[in-house]
């Protein structure tokens, strides 16, 4: 069973940045296309950002195009989501998987990966 860890959160202010990380427990990671998801008490899970597993291709959510950065190390195994001028808006749960596009969006690949623990970003105004 793979293992998605996810880090980085923190309080911060509105106008802050954070850098969320995720690890996952296999090599396998390489190829498959990733992405981060956040979700909010009382509402659905929603996709936030996507990468390619060559990290050729990136996509956002519009919310967060060009305020937010996916990257990737596949050497390491890890994704990650650089995240600028922060509103309390994205306050959430963020969470990792690999991801499967559907209909203009993006859906978490359930068959890579159950979901981790999250890691919870909260910005105050």
């Known amino acids: 069973q793979v293992q998605l860890v996810e880090s980085g959160g923190g309080l911060v202010q509105a106008g802050g940045s954070l850098r969320l990380s995720c690890a996952a427990s296999?090599?396998?990671?390489?190829?498959?296309?990733m992405g981060w998801f956040r979700q909010v008490p009382g509402k659905e899970r929603e996709f936030v950002a996507a990468?390619?597993?060559?990290?050729?291709?990136?996509y956002y959510t519009d919310s967060v195009k060009g305020r937010f950065t996916i990257s990737r190390d596949n050497a390491k195994s890890t994704l990650s989501l650089q995240m600028n001028s922060l509103t309390p808006e994205d306050t959430a749960v963020y969470y990792c998987?690999?991801?499967?596009?559907?209909?203009?969006?993006?859906?978490?690949?359930?068959?890579?990966?159950?979901w981790g623990q999250g890691t919870q970003v909260t910005v105050s105004s």
């Open positions: 998987n690999a991801v499967t596009p559907f209909g203009g969006t993006y859906y978490p690949d359930l068959d890579f990966a159950s």
């Open positions: 990468i390619s597993w060559d990290s050729e291709r990136t």
């Open positions: 296999t090599h396998t990671f390489t190829v498959y296309p």
